[in-house]
């Protein structure tokens, strides 16, 4: 009775030893595989912080490429800008070099023109409207004078003859008289007339324009053209006179 109770017990623990074994492996395999499944776990997050990353680098690429592409566009503008104004520069440039090939000629003939006009002219202040035209000549001829300036020069001589016609003046210099240089007052009235009067004011004369050389005066304009030098030299107040001046047939 003892023998088949003990045989029980055996047959017990041999069933239940049998039935562990599949436990724990079923035990161990489970935890296996929930080990592999954490480590699967942590490569796919490793995974996913990689494709993150990759993905913000992606993104960052296409700002990057898409400010280089805006700044790309804008120098292309910009090139484009400058080539504009570099054909603009080019045919301003152009114009510049045909305005002056055709104003040099003009200046020389202004000058020129200028010249014969002073040498044909009532012979005031000779000296100074001569060193003024050889100065003008002088400056064409330089290339440290810009084409702009000389032509606001030659202007400027055109305007200072073209004054000489509504001022009076009086100077001094000297005149070729009876064969003798001699020191003279000379009155400018405009281009109207020329008069002078010697210092000790014995003499006066005047440029006769028909004749071209200068003729004497009686004693009668003695005082006259003095009065008249005192009114140019803003001695004495604006004053009528009596001055012989040539008519329009001697002027001829």
Do not use: C
């Amino acid at each position: 009775m003892l023998r088949n109770g003990t045989l029980v017990a055996l047959a017990l623990l041999v069933a239940e030893g049998l039935m562990a074994d599949p436990l724990d492996r079923a035990i161990r395999t489970e935890t296996e595989t929930l080990k592999q499944a954490a480590q699967s776990q942590k490569r796919i997050d490793r995974l996913d912080d990689v494709t993150r990353q990759m993905l913000d680098e992606y993104r960052r690429t296409l700002r990057e490429t898409e400010t280089l592409k805006t700044y790309v566009d804008h120098l292309q503008k910009l090139v484009e800008s400058q080539r504009r104004e570099k054909a603009e520069l080019a045919r301003q440039l152009e114009e510049i070099a045909r305005a002056e090939r055709e104003i040099v000629p003009l200046m020389l003939e202004m000058v020129n023109t200028l010249g014969r006009f002073v040498a044909l002219d009532t012979p005031f202040l000779p000296e100074e409207r001569r060193q003024r035209i050889a100065q003008l000549k002088a400056m064409l001829d330089s290339a440290e004078v810009s084409t702009a300036e000389k032509f606001r020069r030659i202007l400027e001589a055109y305007q200072i003859e073209n004054d000489y016609a509504k001022t009076i003046e009086a100077y001094r210099d000297e005149l070729a008289l009876e064969n003798e240089k001699r020191p003279v007052d000379f009155l400018r009235i405009g281009r109207v007339a020329l008069f002078y009067q010697t210092l000790d004011g014995e003499t006066s004369g005047f440029w006769n324009p028909r004749q071209k050389r200068w003729e004497t005066l009686p004693d009668d304009y003695r005082r006259t053209i003095r009065e008249g030098l005192r009114i140019a030299r803003k001695e004495a107040a604006p004053d009528l006179l009596t001055l012989p001046l040539p008519t329009a047939q001697e002027a001829k």
